[in-house]
């Protein structure tokens, strides 16, 4: 491996540890709360809208992109 490319490798892992990225599932009241929470302490990057579950679940599913530091 070049040295380049060891460089960009580390870089890229870096770039990776600095976020988590999860789905999150629950009803819409309580995925507002935890969204509200994530924002309020600057971790929230990125929320997707609301996808329902399908069928007769009133359940929601959201993805999250948070920062970890």
């Known amino acids: 491996m070049t040295t380049h490319a060891r460089a960009r490798a580390r870089a890229n892992n870096q770039r990776a540890n600095q976020y988590t990225?999860?789905?999150i599932v629950g009803?819409?009241?309580d995925l507002a709360?935890?969204?509200h929470a994530a924002r309020?302490?600057?971790r929230l990057v990125y929320v997707s809208a609301p996808h329902?579950?399908?069928g007769d679940d009133t359940?929601?599913?959201r993805y999250l992109r948070l920062r970890t530091s």
């Open 21 to 23: 990225e999860m789905w």
């Open 52 to 54: 329902p579950m399908g």
């Open 59 to 61: 359940r929601h599913r």
């Open 40 to 42: 309020i302490t600057g």
């Open 27 to 29: 009803n819409p009241e």
């Open 33 to 35: 709360v935890m969204i």
